[in-house]
């Protein structure tokens, strides 16, 4: 590949100051994300994978700039730097991303109709324009055909759908804008099994369609893997491996990795290291100096206690963070 | 469709509530009758019958002399000016006739038109609640004081709300200093005892002024304690709200604040804000006619309930002419109607009731 990934982000980190109080030290901070690096090729999909609380929704997050990171920076195709840009060329540019919650629930308005929901998007930001009634109405139902809804729906309120049908309804949205990339933060971790894979079809169908790229947040390996092209693993606000799925199914490296393997079901007894375990990830208020995975760790040496291994590739497109598998 | 299916468990339950049904009928015949006034008032409020100063009110029989003829008043005829003193005429009969004509008024404000929904006969005139010191019907004039008294709560109230819905909203979105300052005025104007409030406002605002003036100035004043109130609970619904995942991803679609305060937030507290609005209205009105009573609010020649009960701030008034304490009765029952409607709607929109 000779040309730059359509979106490259490089050494993101976000500490959130905890608040003050009365008795405790100020400028404790909770350390969420610390210096992830990611590429997405354009059409692609490229799978974050991590337990919770690992600092996927704050990466997610700042991308998007919901919230502004404390240093990295981010380029989205001919945007150098996305966290350089001031409100107006942020509000241009936000049309061409787009944001899938992990919540159904808690994502769609509950006193708007779907059509106000879905067609949001083209209504404000910008290069909006004054559409008609009638004009929103056909565009909403259109939206709510394209991902396997009855136009018809158009009028009706969030409350009236399940879960999977809700998520289909914030992927219309998310598509009204006609965006070239979509966050999907854990998009069906709330549904079920039988519904997931609709979903998850869904989402493969339309990127075969339109090219998007995606940002796929999970804690689920397996869901990863199916979707996914490229697969980064994070913990405690690091990438600790990062790989072609195939590649990551089979022939992981890192101790983590293993461990969530270990973990899918069906495949408990696969690889024999790592046994199942039931420890803590590290506090993130203060962070270990060395390996943020050492207290868990089956293979960990002294040297893992001191330093924090850094994100070495090891195959070609292969990269993991680990002293003592390399 | 909407309310077939977000509204339909609340309309059932109220539905059930007596007490809530009957006072929400009140409330309908008060606000229908305020827009017909001329209509149901058969004189002009300022109308005054020299003669018949402080006249007891009517006693309306069916029989005369054993004989049913529908119903009538006897003439009462001032014996004794200085006390004014009544005697009852039985000769003199006139017979309530039902849609007679009157004076001009405008029907709905707009239309010419002279039927009145009753009268007598003879022309003679009828004084249901009886009369005050000049001679003007008590009944009329409670008729054309709901214009003043009814509509002055609801105007302040969506004053309150409106400038409720502007101060908490921006005061929960920008956070930080402009918050704290916003929210400690409010307090402030919280603690203060209401009552004294609307007087010391009352009395930094100009006194000559026209009648249209002062029921503006008036209902700002009636309506700061509950804009206070209502700032600070959209303020800390703003808050909670605001990181809602629909608003952030309004707020990534370019939805501009005031959009998203009026389309994301406003609509999910809107049953708490109509409950609020219908609460708060029966202090408004206690406003204005404490205000009116200390002649500080509405005065001559605009008629409002308040203003009508200063009139009967004598205790010879009160004892010797006790029908003019009648507008405290209609104050009391459209207080009392507004308490019971908004309490039974509270326990309809109420999901745990
Ligand atoms: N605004 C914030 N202020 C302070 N701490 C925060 C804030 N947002 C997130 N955090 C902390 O950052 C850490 C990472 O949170 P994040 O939501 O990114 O995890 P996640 O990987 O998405 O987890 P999950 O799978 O549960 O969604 C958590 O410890 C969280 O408490
Ligand atoms: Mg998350």
Avoid at chain 2, 26 to 31: G, S, W
Avoid at chain 2, 104 to 131: E, N, Q
Avoid at chain 2, 223 to 233: D, N, T
């Amino acid at each position: 590949m000779s040309s730059a990934p359509f979106i490259v982000v490089k050494d993101l980190v976000k500490h959130f100051p905890l608040k003050a109080g009365l008795f405790s030290r100020a400028a404790e901070k909770v350390h969420a994300v610390n210096g992830v690096s990611l590429a997405i090729e354009r059409g692609r999909t490229h799978g974050l994978v991590g337990e919770s609380g690992s600092g996927k929704t704050t990466t997610a997050r700042l991308l998007l700039r919901v919230i502004e990171p404390d240093s990295g920076s981010f380029s989205f195709g001919e945007t150098p730097d996305v966290f350089a840009l001031g409100p107006p060329e942020l509000k241009k540019l936000r049309r061409g991303m787009q944001y899938i919650f992990q919540d159904p629930y808690a994502s769609l308005n509950p006193k708007m109709q779907i059509r106000g929901i879905v067609t949001e998007p083209l209504r404000y930001g910008e290069g909006s324009s004054r559409l008609s009634s009638r004009e929103l109405d056909d565009t909403a139902a259109g939206l709510l055909e394209r991902v396997g809804l009855s136009g018809s729906d158009i009028r009706k309120y969030p409350h009236e759908f399940s879960g999977g049908q809700r998520q289909r309804i914030c992927i219309a949205r998310a598509l009204s804008a006609r965006p070239s990339f979509i966050v999907c933060d854990e998009p069906v971790s709330s549904l079920d099994v039988s519904i997931q894979s609709q979903i998850l079809n869904l989402l493969l169908d339309i990127q075969e369609e339109t090219g998007i790229s995606y940002l796929f947040i999970a804690h689920n390996l397996a869901v990863v893997f199916y979707l996914s092209d490229y697969v980064s693993v994070m913990y405690a606000g690091r990438i600790v491996e990062a790989g072609p799925s195939k590649v990551l199914s089979s022939r992981a490296r890192h101790p983590y990795t293993r461990l969530l393997l270990a973990a899918m079901p069906g495949n408990r007894s696969a690889e024999g290291g790592a046994p199942p375990d039931s420890g803590e990830p590290p506090s993130l208020i203060r962070l270990p100096p060395g390996c943020a995975f050492y207290s868990r760790c089956p293979q960990r040496s002294q040297e893992c206690a001191r330093e924090v291994p850094p994100l070495e590739e090891t195959e070609s497109g292969h990269h993991s963070a680990c002293f003592r598998e390399r | 469709m909407f309310a077939g299916t977000l509204l339909e468990i609340p309309y059932l339950k109220f539905r059930r509530n007596r007490l809530g049904v009957v006072s929400l009928a009140v409330l309908v015949v008060l606000y229908t009758g305020l827009l017909c006034e001329g209509f149901i008032a058969p004189y002009s409020p300022n109308l005054k019958f020299k003669t018949k100063s402080f006249q007891p009110p009517h006693r309306i029989h069916f029989f005369h002399e054993g004989q049913f003829i529908g119903p009538f008043a006897y003439e009462y005829v001032q014996t004794n000016p200085i006390f004014k003193e009544y005697r009852t005429d039985g000769s003199a009969i006139h017979r309530i006739r039902f849609f007679t004509e009157g004076s001009a008024y405008s029907l709905f404000f707009l239309i010419p038109a002279r039927v009145h929904l009753f009268g007598t006969d003879t022309g003679s005139p009828v004084f249901l609640f009886g009369t005050d010191s000049l001679g003007r019907d008590i009944f009329s004039r409670i008729v054309y004081g709901a214009k003043i008294s009814l509509t002055i709560g609801f105007v302040s109230i969506f004053l309150a709300l409106a400038g409720g819905i502007l101060i908490g909203g921006l005061a929960g979105y920008a956070g930080g200093v402009s918050d704290w300052i916003a929210m400690r005025g409010v307090e402030i104007i919280i603690l203060l005892p209401t009552f004294y409030f609307f007087l010391f406002l009352r009395s930094v605002m100009p006194t000559d002024i026209s009648p249209a003036r002062k029921f503006f100035y008036i209902t700002a004043i009636l309506a700061v304690p509950s804009m206070a109130g209502g700032a600070r609970s959209i303020r800390n619904w703003v808050l909670s709200l605001k990181n809602a995942d629909y608003v952030t991803s309004a707020v990534l679609s370019g939805v501009p604040r005031l959009v998203i305060l009026l389309t994301h937030i406003i609509p999910q507290i809107r049953s708490i804000l109509i409950l609020n609005i219908t609460l708060s209205v029966p202090g408004a009105i206690l406003g204005e006619a404490g205000l009116s009573f200390l002649n500080l609010g509405i005065t001559e020649p605009s008629v409002s309930w308040g203003m009508l009960m200063s009139s009967a701030m004598d205790i010879n008034v009160l004892i010797n002419y006790p029908w003019m304490l009648l507008p405290a009765a209609v104050i009391i029952l459209t207080v009392f109607s507004f308490f019971a409607f908004g309490y039974a709607l509270k326990d309809a929109l109420d999901p745990k009731a």
